[in-house]
């Protein structure tokens, strides 16, 4: 095809979500270069136009425009086969890639013929080359697990344990990485892995308090770790060249030997070591200088790293030949070579003191055991994690982590089993515990290549842990979960020059301590701890087995990795209990720090799993039947803003999260708080979204637990209606529907409000809810408002003991404490009231409530008739509502009269019974007035809430409660629903 001219658009083509496309121009920086894949001299760079999407379009978007030809009209477009689903071809990669997390570029109409089009936005950035599991997991794990231990510990190891038993601690502490392994290699193939090793893993299934706490820990260990290897290597260097050492030290060792006449003789010998001094200089140095090789990029490290393994596969060669050509004429006459005598006498273990640096002595301040052993050998099988560590650098990781890792950990165990029972038959038990370089005596042809192999190898594992470490705290930082770790933050493909100095201060901590035998269990905490967590997570992930849990790696089960955690916490408490429970403190407290000062993070962890599951469990073990009394627990359906508005940033009445607090006991219940936007749903549906965000955000604020539920509904009375019947599940539907009393109506003329609040307490005893109405809502006191003087029950009719519930969970508050409780119960006659009071008070008694009973008699309707209504307060507000409800029944009759219609009234028809509403006047005007007359100090009224009258228009019932209501600063109006919340059975 012939170069092409840029073209402009004339117009703007529509979107999909209503969003336009604008066409971008060749000066613009946005514009991007199309270059054809195809070979060959006719191939050119061509400049065409390009629709670009704004930022907030989906992939999934038709993205069109591009010319065909250069003949071809400027209009004319390529009609997608696939329109119909609103989406084309491209979704098929560009959209899978999103669900990735991948930058996708701006996707672009292919050419003519179907050929790939290469995207790019500016220059073509050069992919880095990928590893594969050899040189990307199996060798990075085999470099880091054989180290400084093997060459300079592990006969001394077998000489103190025996042969037996150096067998059972390497099956011991291998069984322990081989299961961390198998859980590694499951959860590492459940998915794509970032940075960060196994912290990424373990806070990505057990969530973000446990991965940072334990992602901490690793990273202290990792720390540690490149100490122990640069002691190693100094320690190896001035065994190698004592006159390089500024200090000499010499150890009396006093050893055994049996005579050949059966008497026994005291040998003495003297044996040279570095002195600690010696050790503390060399490594600070040793340490600084690796810092400065880190500091110059992980370029240099990947590419010195494979190198370093060769010398040590070597030395671990010629100690191979030099243990099967022993003994040689300059060996030392403890080196028997591979004898059966020489097996038997170190089959068995000899458990001694000795220095701190190794040396057998009776006297010496340390002990070893079996249990001291394990902690110092398992840094040795340590390493598995160097793998995933580089998951980011893999062409496969869910192929190359478990078959590398796996490898390497069986590789290693099976050269440590072959070398225990080669060095058990190689040398006497007295040439095995004073030789600390007994590897390098028998290596063939000459001691140098085990001393040059020990420096390259534990220098390299040392380097290994000075770079990765900064990275594994870099990771826990840019995930910003610890505000104090922001400080090591760094760019994508930026060095972490500030979290490599941290870990250089540490490791020079340790170093300066310099004593190997110290530095090794504290390593060993850190690293059984990673492994338990490792897991554990696998554990948790098997066990609920959820759909998105679908690892590539098949050879896994919980019990492996139940048994794995379990051998973990077991080797920690075998090595030190007290270094275990330190570990575990110091574990939790990072955990507790996070919980309180960690930002929130969703990672859809195990733990979120596990919940759901037991929800689930718990859901269907309570079923749908009725709940006993005795397991009630308020479950508030909180109607936010029902009536009039709230300012524009406050989506629920403050004192309607307050007062749901008030209606728990210890903070234990769940509320829902709801809001109804009236409107259409298509069109409010992200206003709803972006409502509920807003109402959740405002929930936690008020530290109330529950949660936010934004309904869009054409009329409130109908949203409610939907609600009522749906929400909630078996027994964890909303059991009281808790609002706000509209005093506002009258005052506001919001004519609209009297039908809608009767259509919603009418949805309620249909529905069979509880209701709760607060009235005084703006004066409701606050969490620290202290309350003084009585609660005063107005006990009417049976509400199941609702009523009582509520004042006694009320007093549960600090705000309520001071309190005391009075139940009013009215009573017909004179005759009945002692009989009713004694009644109450067993009642209450049995039912463990503390209150003060009062008996009130209301004379019945035609008694009060008789004797006229009684002027007080209320007389005014009585007088007012009869002047209003004739006023309005009046106007009802002459629509009728003109329409030639019955009595209507809300779009129904209305059968209105004069006499009866007088009725229900005087009966509200009766109990306002004793209510003021007797409660009028009352720091709360509960009172029961009258059921709406059939075929009363939803005026008049307004009417009704306003006069109820009247004059009372604080009340809460209180139906039950025919079920028993209390019992007066233990």
Known sequence: MDNGEIESADEEMPSHSGQKYRPVFAHEKSSIQMTSMESGPSSEVQLKKILIASPSETVSNVIEGTSHGHDEPNDTRRESKLELFGFDSLVNILGLKSMTGEQVPTPSSPRNGGEDISITIGLPKV????????????????????????????????????????????????????????????????????????????????????????????????????????????????????????????????????????????????????????????????????????????????????AILIPVLVSIFCI??????????????????????????????????????????????????????????????????????????????????????????????????????????????????????LTAEVAWPLPAIIYVGIILSTLGAALQSLTGAPRLLAAIANDDILPVLKYFKVTEGGEPHLATLFTALICIGCVIIGNLDLITPTITMFFLLCYAGVNLSCFLLDLLDAPSWRPRWKFHHWSLSLLGASLCIVIMFLISWSFTVVSLALAGLIYYYVSIKGKAGDWGDGFKSAYFQLALRSLRSLGANQVHPKNWYPIPLIFCRPWGKLPENVPCHPKLADFANCMKKKGRGMSIFLSIIDGDYHELAEDAKTACRELSTYIDYKRCEGVAEIIVAPTMSDGFRGVIQTMGLGNLKPNIVVMRYPEIWRRENLTEIPSTFVSIINDCIIANKAVVIVKGLDEWPGEYQKQYGTIDLYWIVKDGGLMLLLSQLLLTKESFESCKIQVFCIAEEDTEAEELKADVKKFLYDLRLQAEVIVITMKSWEAQIEGGVQQDDSMEAFTSAQRRIAAYLAEMKETARKQGTPLMASGKQVVVNEQQVDKFLYTTLKLNSTILRYSRMAAVVLVSLPPPPLNHPSYFYMEYMDLLVENVPRMLIVRGYRRDVVTLFT
């Open 127 to 306: 992919a880095s080359p990928k590893l594969g599991t050899m040189m990307g997991v199996f060798v990075p794990c085999l470099q880091n697990i054989l180290g400084i231990i093997y060459y300079i510990r592990f006969s001394w190891i077998v000489g103190m344990s025996g042969i037996g038993e150096a067998l059972l601690l390497v099956a011991f502490c291998g069984s322990c990485t081989f299961l961390t392994g198998i859980s590694l290699s499951a959860i590492a193939t459940n998915g794509a892995m970032k940075g960060g090793g196994p912290y990424y893993l373990i806070g990505r299934a057990l969530g973000p308090e446990v991965g940072v706490s334990i992602g901490l820990c690793f990273f202290l260990g990792n720390a540690v770790a490149g100490s122990m290897y640069v002691l190693g290597a100094v320690e190896t260097f001035l065994d190698a060249v004592p006159n390089a050492g500024f200090f000499r030290e010499s150890v009396m060792v006093v050893s055994n030997s049996t005579a050949t006449n059966g008497t026994t003789t005291e040998v003495i010998t003297t044996v040279s070591t570095p002195s600690l001094h010696d050790l503390q200089v060399y490594g600070v140095i040793v340490t600084i200088l690796l810092c400065f090789i880190v500091f110059g990029g992980v370029k240099i490290i990947n590419r010195v790293a494979p």
């Open 320 to 437: 191979f030949i030099g243990i099967f050509s022993a003994p040689r004429s300059n060996a030392s006459s403890g080196i028997t070579g591979l004898r059966a005598q020489t097996f038997r006498d170190n089959w068995s273990p000899a458990y001694q003191r000795t220095t701190n640096a190794g040396i057998p002595d009776p006297e010496g301040s340390i002990y070893w055991n079996f249990n001291a052993l394990v902690g110092l050998f398992f840094p040795a099988v340590t390493g598995i994690m160097a793998g995933s560590n580089r998951s980011a650098s893999l062409k496969d990781t869910q192929r190359s982590i478990p078959v590398g890792t796996l490898a390497a950990t069986l590789t290693t165990s099976f050269l440590y089993l072959i070398s225990v029972l080669l060095f058990g038959a190689l040398a006497t038990r007295d040439e095995l515990l004073t030789n600390r370089l």
